[in-house]
């Protein structure tokens, strides 16, 4: 009898995490009400120059996100005076948790739920209402001789966490990362090759009606990169060289 109580019990809680879920999602793409997106810069390779910069961040510096977002946003839908609205956090002391080098859908499935306990936990202190999307920033000393990990959106718990470079030269570049990871936690889906990294037409293509169809002169913000030819592309310099494609807009609600 107690056993059938702690399934009935365990049963409930799944069902009513589920149903959470599943209404979280759907309401961060109503695009009724402005989203609430708080960055928390993490000091990514505990460095003096990555902290200092993490110091020096300011709200302005993600600006353009939340320019980028109302301006493709418009294009397709009722205008939101401010579809986003980002907020600065406080800065965390510790690393998320590591997927490693397990990629078997079992070890992706308990890391997501490690991340997403997480992500609560650690921001308890400063979050007494919890923001609809929680982007987390790792900042590197730039480093020509090392490559950053991928970044990654999660939809489930509406989690990003990005590897960026302290510099302001990159501060732009971090940005087109942020927004590329926030919309995959709304649902959008990667449009470029993950061996190479290029664009896959049409829909990884800002113009793909463009002739001729190379070079591009704009990212689709899910492609990643401005392709300038079939087999070369380059990422973009800011999101003003980037647009939301039609299936990228479908993904997120914004057109049916």
Sequence with gaps: MFKAIRISILLFVLFFVAVSTWLTQARSTDWNNSLWVKVYPINGDDTAASGKYIEGLRLSDFKSIESFLERETGKYA????????????????????????????????????????????????????????RMFVRYHTPDATISLENSVGLQKGMVGIVNGYASRRYRETNNVIIAHEFLHTLGATDKYDPGTGQPIGPDGLAEPDRKPLYPQQYAEIMGGRIALADDDAMIPKSLRHTVIGPLTAREINLID
């Design 78 to 133: 009722a205008s939101l005076d401010r579809p986003v609205r980002i907020e600065l956090g406080q800065a965390i002391d510790e690393q998320p948790p590591e997927l490693g080098g397990e990629t078997g859908a079992l070890s992706v499935m308990l890391w997501s739920l490690k991340m997403r306990w997480w992500a609560g936990s650690i921001t308890d202190d400063q979050d007494r209402i919890e923001p609809d999307v």
